[in-house]
């Protein structure tokens, strides 16, 4: 790995770790991955989550061809991929098929303005891309179309995309998209939520921009 930084494969690797523990990935499903130099560094295909040391990571191209690792990467590294090379905004990418998310993807459903939350994710809703097969370029343009100038998106039949400026931003995001996308399957099992309008959501949208960024006030 020599060049990639402690700091950048330790943060991949809590997030592995994290994964099953907390529930938002179950088995070896879902990926993580970082922005690095020329390409990015992502979580091996079919590996334990709760086994895996940096060392096991894969240092990738964006044409996914293998420039440091002694595993082959994720099979859904084509996504990964693709964002990377569309959004010079995003470092940071955490794939999961968490159970809420998920369910709402199956039915091809996107999250709406239902909570002011959804403002986190960078625009009035969380849409759903289309369906193609995992690992596809169809699947890759799907996921960018989807993603639009957002920071997170849902995946047909298939589960959610979140990212970030970094891995623990990308990874909070993964848990907060999960959490909208269960109160959101919670309302619609009492009927249809009240949404927010486009003007209050623009106003949320630019409170979100200074969202997270703590300072002391003494
Ligand atoms: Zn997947």
Request: hydrophobic letters at 40%; proline letters at 3%.
């Amino acid at each position: 790995m020599g060049m990639i930084s402690t700091e950048l494969c330790e943060a991949i690797i809590d997030v592995a770790k994290d994964f099953n523990a907390s529930g938002i990935s179950v088995g070896k499903s879902g990926n993580i991955s970082a922005r690095h130099d020329n390409g990015f560094v992502i979580t091996p295909s079919g590996l334990a989550y709760s086994e895996l040391k940096p060392l096991d990571l894969i240092y990738c191209d964006l044409e996914g061809k293998v420039l440091s690792g002694e595993w082959q990467p994720s099979t859904e590294w084509p996504f990964h991929a693709a964002i990377y090379k569309t959004r010079n905004d995003i470092h940071a990418i955490v794939h999961t098929h968490s159970t809420y998310a998920t369910a709402l993807a199956c039915r091809r459903q996107s999250i709406p303005a239902f909570h002011y939350m959804v403002a986190i994710a960078g625009g009035n809703s969380i849409d759903c891309a289309d369906y193609a097969t995992f690992g596809t370029d169809t699947l890759s343009e799907n996921v960018v179309n989807a993603l639009a100038d957002k920071r997170a998106c849902l995946m047909a039949n298939h589960g959610q995309i979140a990212t970030g400026d970094n891995v623990d931003d990308a990874y909070a995001l993964a848990h907060e998209v999960e959490s909208l996308a269960r109160q959101y399957s919670i309302c619609l099992q009492t009927g249809e939520p009240v949404l927010l309008d486009d003007v209050e959501m623009q106003v949320n949208l630019e409170k979100f921009k200074t969202y997270g960024k703590q300072h002391r006030l003494k």
